[in-house]
């Protein structure tokens, strides 16, 4: 055209500009605008838009470049040609100005559109703006005529649920899953009931959630029952906490110690507490819903406050309530052996298990081990750790470390057998445990040079005072009793007396 002498009208550059636009030639666009500018051609509004809706492949610099160019023109920017900029800030991670941007619209007297709050509310929730994200949709609702729809509200309940926010968490369930009926994820869920453990939100936690996963055909297991035991102990509610244990075996699950011990540390926090607690078993035992779950956890707290007399009190009481101990209460029991050193009452506890007929756990074989090893003679931790090898049970890294340190710390060779093991098991043997083997090892050839030393010393002091006394006898003055007069005593030779033989009696 050029060539010909044919200018090109603003029909020609409209026409090319939105064709190179859609194709994301942006700087063919740029070069067309200048040449439009030296031809004195005024770019149409419609242009101008169609480069600022095609803006989520550009940078927000060449973005307001844009913009600067329709306020030359005076073309006012539309709420469309926001949307634009505002998904191309989401998409690129940028917080605050697709939020600033939002904001703008509204400020300009335009309505934002519904896929840029969309997209700002998303974003917030993935980078883990919750409430922020909230605020937003409160703000955009209360102006605007739709709504926002189920896959945002599911955004955010994924992000509420990643930072724990129970309040954003609940709100965002009931839309996306009650109203618009969505269905979380058991990745979703299990994060769900972490949160609502953690603030002590039991019956959500049993109403939605775990109804939730009923209905999605997901079979419950630990991980899902245990959130919701750690969630009455958070709320301090024993009653309810021992009564949701007594319903477990319709789950046909048991609770894992570790709750328990979460419903010992909330409920049960000094001896006060859990001498009350007989109250609420009592009062279940004439409903029949006391547990071995439950008489475990006063054990436990009893057993963390170093009282073993009421450990043991409430493990004599299982046959008042009709329960059976399991592994689990002697596993606690043994624990609170260890630090007293009481080995008579962990043979005692072996005994019953064998009466009863409780099998023993790896866990249990561990203990065992253990508390042989707080004993003078700990011949009898190795007895058990054969044991617990022919029974199946591969012994723990930590249980060799604690091997190998008292060995070690005794100058018992066997510290190296029990290295030589967890090589042969590929274990990772910790650089710290060889730092402190090294230093022990040491210690204890110390001191059996010590002994060895005062042993000697005691043996020459002892050849010392037995020549001192028979020179004494020697020389002990004699008295005739008929004469009163004084004998003098023979004269001995030093010299021909028995020399002590070894080390000098001088140290």
Known sequence: ???NGITPDQTTYDTLARTLASKGLHRDVWALLEDMEALDVKPSQALLIEM?????????????DILDVMKKHDIRPTA?????????????????LALESLYNVREDGLEPELPAAEAVI??????GFVNLAMDVIEWFEGFAIRRVGPETWMRCLEGAAAECRMDAILKSWQKAVVEYNLSPSEGLCLEILTAAARHGKAEFAISQVLTTLVNTNIALSTKHIAPVIEAYAAAGNLTDAFTFLHTLPSFKVEAPVTSLEAIAAYCLPDIDAIDNAWKVVDQLHTETKVTTAALNTIIIAAAKHSD????????KNFPTYHAQPNTDTFDILLDACIPAEHRQLGDALLADMKTVNVPLARSTYERLVRLCLTQPEYDDAFFYLNEMEAAGHVP????????????????DTRYEVAL????ARKMAVPKELMGEVRALTRQARKLSEVEAAEKAWKEDGKRAFEKEMKVREVRRPEVDMDEERYVEPPEVDE?????????????
């Open 308 to 315: 073993l007399q009421r450990a043991l009190g409430a493990y």
């Open 52 to 64: 600022a809706k095609n803006a989520n492949t550009l940078s927000s610099v060449q973005f307001w």
């Open 396 to 411: 723990s890294l930590q249980l060799y470390s604690a091997i190998v340190r008292r060995c070690a710390s005794e100058g």
């Open 420 to 423: 030589g093991e967890m090589k």
């Open 495 to 507: 010299d021909e007396m028995e020399q002590p033989t070894g080390r000098s009696s001088r140290r």
């Open 1 to 3: 055209m050029k060539r």
């Open 122 to 127: 998303a974003l917030l929730s993935d980078k």
């Open 80 to 96: 469309s040609t926001w949307t634009s900029v505002i998904q191309q800030f989401a998409h690129a991670g940028n917080v605050e």
